[in-house]
């Protein structure tokens, strides 16, 4: 009987994983090349942008699940993980990536959203949306205030959906 | 109305989705994404957005990535690295394997190999056992033997006094 009880319990447990597995895959197969663009815009290099495409995911299988789906579904629910994961990922490898390819950065593909916003906005846009500044910070830095700030990410975003 | 016109054109919105929001206005949009149907309504606008914008930028991953994540997940699964844990709270799982399994209450305090260490003096102490076992084994032997010949000698003896008595 015992016997019987570890044996239902060890089979639900590799359920679970394979579950789990299961809907991380769904998650890379609909999301990964979106997700490398996005590291490789950050990082500007593709070998550790792989890398942490890598690390990304499989750090998703420590997630806390329900029922063995990792709670992460949505584009946006894995770009706001990504950016804390890469926060931290990019700051301990910062320092060895600048010194152990000095100027070996990739200049990416054209970006013809990007290539539609002025200066201040592509900016305001990269800042926040590549890097994780939050609008107080860069309103600091940009020496304006938190409500133009926000004005102009605004304007980002409807330039680049007229021209989507 | 126009307090939520004005809202949704504050940028306050984009801000969010972006990540970019402070506790405060994350719980002001919260509260007012409740009341007002517009506000999630401009949240799915956004959100398809960002998509879109992420699908433009797209690079197609090697064919092996995912073979590595899964590879680095069985290793996680197993051993949880640091690295990943920043940021997370820590999970206790492990994979089913027969044999490990004791029971995920308890710390295990007894381990699992059939080895044991001791200390190198020991070595010294079993060689002398040995030597000595096979000195004794000697000993016994030619003592054995010996009583062996005296036995047979005796007997010869007997025999020889006893045909000379009847001589």
């Known amino acids: 009987m015992v016997k019987l009880e570890v044996i239902m319990l060890e089979s639900t447990a590799q359920v679970t994983i394979d579950h789990q597995t299961q809907s991380i895959r769904c998650l890379y197969d609909k999301h990964a090349g979106m997700l490398l663009g996005y590291i490789f815009e950050v990082v500007k290099d593709r070998k550790l942008a792989e890398e942490y495409l890598v690390k990304i995911f499989s750090a998703l299988s420590l997630l806390r699940e329900k029922q063995g789906e990792v709670d992460i579904n949505t584009w946006c629910q894995l770009l706001k993980y990504t950016k804390t994961k890469l926060l931290l990922l990019h700051v301990q490898n910062r320092y060895e990536e600048t010194h152990a390819h000095p100027g070996m950065t990739v200049v990416g593909p054209a970006n013809i959203y990007l290539d539609r916003l002025n200066e201040m906005q592509r900016r305001v846009f990269c800042e926040v949306y590549h890097h994780g500044q939050t609008i107080s910070a860069l309103s600091v830095a940009l020496n304006t205030t938190e409500d133009l700030t926000r004005k102009t990410l605004k304007e980002a975003f409807l330039i680049m959906r007229s021209g989507g | ?167």
């Open chain 2, 1 to 167: 109305m126009v307090k939520i016109n004005e809202y949704l054109e504050s940028g306050a919105l984009e801000s969010y989705v972006l990540g970019a929001a402070s506790k405060a206005e994350i719980e002001e949009l919260l509260s007012l994404k409740s009341k007002h149907p517009q506000v999630e309504e401009a949240l799915a606008i956004l959100e398809a957005d960002l998509e879109r914008i992420a699908e433009h930028m797209a690079i197609a991953p090697p064919p092996n990535t995912w073979l590595k994540i899964e590879a680095s997940m069985n290793e996680l699964v197993t051993s949880p690295k640091m690295e990943y844990l920043i940021g997370e709270e820590p999970v206790e799982r492990s994979r089913p394997n027969p044999g490990s399994r004791k029971t995920e209450q308890f710390i295990e305090v007894e381990g699992e190999s059939g080895h044991m260490r001791i200390h190198k003096i020991w070595r010294w102490v079993f060689g002398a056992v040995f030597i000595l076992g096979k000195i004794f084994l000697a000993f016994a032997i030619y003592y054995y033997l010996e009583n062996k010949h005296t036995q047979e000698e005796i007997q010869q003896l007997k025999i020889e006094l006893s045909n000379q008595r009847k001589k």
